[in-house]
C-alpha cells in the first residue's frame, strides 16, 4: 500500500545533479540540484538541501537553500532552517521564526486585496466616520 | 516488641529500603484536576515593567498602583489608564493605557503612555508610547506625530502607512500596507496581512496568514 507522506523520489545527500527535474510525484531532495525542479506532488527540501533553480511544486516544505523562485500551487512551508533567495508564490503560506528570505512574495490566502493604495500627503491611516465631540476632555480611571 | 528500623550499615539496600518506606509516609499529591485551583502554588503580584517619562529608566514594579516614583530621577509617575471620549487638546503623561474611543480626537498637546488603544482619531500634537500602539478598525492617526515601539494591527482593521515607518516587534491581525522596518520579530497571524515592503530580523507567518510583499528577512540587515 502506497504511504503518501513518503516521498516516491528522493535525491540524497552525497547526490548532485545538475538539470531539470520532472516528477509527477512527490520529491524529497537532500542533495544538491543546479537546475529547476517540476513537480506535481509534494517537494520537500531538506536541511542540507542546496538548490540554485526555480520551483514549481504542489506544495513546498522548505528546510534547506534555494536560491531561485519558488512558486506551490497550494502551500509554502518554511521551517526555521530554510534560507530562500527568490521570489515566492503560493495560496497558503507559513513561516518559522528563524528563516532567511530574500524576495518578493505572493500569498493571499483569503483572497482579500491589498490595503488601498496610499494616499500621497496624508499619512493618515484607515477612514473613519467617527463623531467628532467639541469639549476637550479625557476620562480618567483606574484599573483595580 | 516492636521491629527496630535502625540499620546499623548504609548499604545500597537500606537506602532503597528508606526510600520506599518515605514514600510510604508521604503519598503523591493528587493530580492536578482533583485539586483546588491555586493550590500548590503561590500567589504572585503583577510585575509591570515602567519606563519612566522623564528619564527613560526602566523597572519593574510589583502590584498595583495608582503612581510611582521613578528610582533614577525621583519624579513621580502617575501610572493610571485614561480615555479619551471626546476632542481632547491637553497633557496626559501616564505609565498606563491610553484608550482613544472611536469618538475620541487627539487635536493637539502631549500624550505619553506605556500603551494605546486606538479606535479614533490623532490629529496631531505629539504621541509616545513606550510600548506598543494597538491601531483597531476605523482609527486615523498620523504617522509624523505618533511613536510607540510596538505596533498591533487589531482584527478587521486596514491600516495603510504612507511613509516608511520603523517599529520593534508587529503584530497582525488585520491588514497592513506598509514599508516597514522591524528590527525584531513581525508575527502575521491567521487571518493577517501584509502588503509594500518589509524589512525585519524575524519574520512568522502562520497558517493562513498572507503577505504579499517584497520580503527582507535577515538577522544582520535590521
Known amino acids: 500500500m502506497e504511504n503518501s507522506a513518503t516521498p516516491q523520489s528522493v535525491i540524497a545527500a552525497d547526490v548532485e545533479i545538475t538539470g531539470t527535474i520532472k516528477s509527477t510525484g512527490s520529491v524529497r531532495i537532500d542533495g544538491k540540484l543546479d537546475g529547476e525542479l517540476n513537480c506535481t506532488g509534494d517537494a520537500i527540501i531538506g536541511k542540507s538541501a542546496v538548490i540554485k533553480?526555480?520551483?514549481?511544486?504542489?506544495?513546498?516544505?522548505?528546510?534547506?537553500?534555494?536560491?531561485?523562485?519558488?512558486?506551490?500551487?497550494?502551500?509554502?512551508?518554511?521551517?526555521?532552517?530554510?534560507?530562500?533567495?527568490?521570489?515566492?508564490?503560493?495560496?497558503?503560506?507559513?513561516?518559522?521564526?528563524?528563516?532567511?528570505?530574500?524576495?518578493?512574495?505572493?500569498?493571499?490566502?483569503?483572497?482579500?486585496?491589498?490595503?488601498?493604495?496610499?494616499?500621497?500627503?496624508?499619512?493618515?491611516?484607515?477612514?473613519?466616520?467617527?463623531?467628532?465631540?467639541?469639549?476637550?476632555?479625557?476620562?480618567?480611571?483606574?484599573?483595580? | 516488641?516492636?521491629?527496630?528500623?535502625?540499620?546499623?550499615?548504609?548499604?545500597?539496600?537500606?537506602?532503597?529500603?528508606?526510600?520506599?518506606?518515605?514514600?510510604?509516609?508521604?503519598?503523591?499529591?493528587?493530580?492536578?484536576?482533583?485539586?483546588?485551583?491555586?493550590?500548590?502554588?503561590?500567589?504572585?503580584?503583577?510585575?509591570?515593567?515602567?519606563?519612566?517619562?522623564?528619564?527613560?529608566?526602566?523597572?519593574?514594579?510589583h502590584g498595583r498602583a495608582a503612581n510611582t516614583t521613578c528610582n533614577k530621577c525621583r519624579a513621580v509617575l502617575d501610572l493610571t489608564d485614561h480615555i479619551v471620549d471626546q476632542r481632547w487638546t491637553g497633557t496626559i503623561k501616564t505609565g498606563?493605557?491610553?484608550?482613544?474611543?472611536?469618538?475620541?480626537?487627539?487635536?493637539?498637546?502631549?500624550?505619553?503612555?506605556?500603551?494605546m488603544v486606538l479606535e479614533g482619531v490623532i490629529e496631531s500634537g505629539n504621541v509616545r508610547l513606550m510600548r506598543r500602539l494597538e491601531v483597531r478598525r476605523g482609527c486615523r492617526f498620523s504617522e509624523k506625530h505618533t511613536k510607540a515601539t510596538d505596533l498591533l494591527v487589531a482584527d478587521g482593521a486596514t491600516i495603510v502607512l504612507t511613509e516608511p515607518a520603523e517599529y520593534r516587534d508587529v503584530e497582525l491581525v488585520g491588514a497592513l500596507r506598509a514599508s516597514l522596518k522591524a528590527t525584531g520579530t513581525v508575527t502575521i497571524h491567521a487571518n493577517g496581512f501584509f502588503a509594500g515592503h518589509l524589512q525585519t530580523a524575524h519574520l512568522t507567518v502562520e497558517e493562513g496568514g498572507g503577505l504579499s510583499a517584497d520580503v527582507q528577512v535577515d538577522l544582520v540587515s535590521p
Do not use: W
Open chain 2, 1 to 61: 516488641m516492636s521491629k527496630s528500623r535502625k540499620v546499623d550499615v548504609v548499604d545500597s539496600y537500606a537506602t532503597i529500603k528508606a526510600v520506599a518506606r518515605a514514600a510510604d509516609a508521604h503519598p503523591a499529591p493528587p493530580p492536578a484536576e482533583l485539586r483546588a485551583p491555586g493550590a500548590g502554588t503561590t500567589a504572585l503580584p503583577p510585575k509591570k515593567l515602567i519606563e519612566c517619562f522623564e528619564c527613560g529608566f526602566k523597572f519593574q514594579l
Open chain 1, 53 to 144: 533553480g526555480n520551483l514549481a511544486v504542489n506544495t513546498a516544505t522548505i528546510e534547506g537553500t534555494i536560491n531561485g523562485n519558488v512558486t506551490a500551487k497550494d502551500r509554502i512551508e518554511m521551517k526555521s532552517s530554510a534560507r530562500v533567495t527568490g521570489d515566492i508564490r503560493a495560496k497558503r503560506l507559513s513561516v518559522e521564526d528563524g528563516v532567511t528570505f530574500i524576495g518578493r512574495s505572493e500569498v493571499n490566502p483569503s483572497g482579500v486585496p491589498a490595503a488601498a493604495s496610499p494616499i500621497a500627503g496624508a499619512p493618515v491611516v484607515d477612514d473613519s466616520d467617527a463623531d467628532k465631540a467639541d469639549a476637550a476632555s479625557a476620562r480618567q480611571f483606574v484599573r483595580r
Open chain 2, 96 to 115: 498606563g493605557m491610553v484608550r482613544v474611543l472611536p469618538n475620541g480626537v487627539v487635536e493637539s498637546g502631549t500624550i505619553i503612555a506605556n500603551d
